[in-house]
């Protein structure tokens, strides 16, 4: 192996560690967590270097940037998760490649992503985003609104909702943090005795991904401990265009 593909393997493994340690702790089982790296900003390169290591999923926030990865690594039964805003007018490129979506916000955009993934004879699975922080900034739904959505939803045959995502506030508050994950995992179970196929939580990132883990999390989104840090603060990430 070559150091960077050591170094690389040492920091998931440090990650996979942690995620051990926490669920020993309040007696899950790790198999129920899926460690989702996030690939945002590193090069096709740095994914085939994950790959290799055993990873097979990665979460992308931009359009266009996963595209290029996923095409310069079409040979590798790679699966690419859309964890970032949608824009309406790409739809009907993402129904052609992506694997997963994390952040299906209205009913404008399942009815779009249905008719696409139609088109393309192909059927994903799909997460609601939720806002829990109640912060402008963040896309998703109101939690409020998180079931009627759902319901509108089973009109569509392509796209099976199977959970619920979240980014939590952005602060050091802890109490916070673990408010947010709390609130939907609370929807979840609520939404769950209508339609028991949701099931996921979609939430923890490599500032909070314990806590996440502790309030019931089954995917965590994690790039930067990982990967190292980015250079750019995430609003960067996270903004329109
Ligand atoms: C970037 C990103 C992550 C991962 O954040 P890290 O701080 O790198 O772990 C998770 N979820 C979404 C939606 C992101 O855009």
Known sequence: MTIKLIELHQSFQNVQQQISAT???????????????????????????AYQLGFQCFGENKVLEAHDKYMLLKHLP?????????????????AKFIDEFHALDSLKLAEKLN????????????????NTSNEQSKFGVKPEQALSLIEQCQQFSQINIVGLMTLAIHSQDLVEVRRCFRTLR???DSIQKVYPEVQRLSMGMSGDFETAIEEGATDIRIGQAIFGARALP?????SEK
């Open 186 to 188: 609370n929807l979840r």
């Open 78 to 94: 790679i699966r690419w998760m859309l964890i970032g805003h949608l824009q309406s007018n790409k739809v009907k490129f993402v």
């Open 23 to 49: 669920c020993q702790r309040i007696g899950r089982s790790p198999n129920e967590i899926r460690l989702l790296p996030v690939t945002k900003t590193l090069t096709a390169e740095r994914v085939e270097q």
């Open 115 to 130: 008719h696409y993934l139609t088109l393309e004879q192909r059927k994903i699975p799909v997460f609601v985003q939720v």
């Open 234 to 238: 995430d609003n960067h990430y996270w």
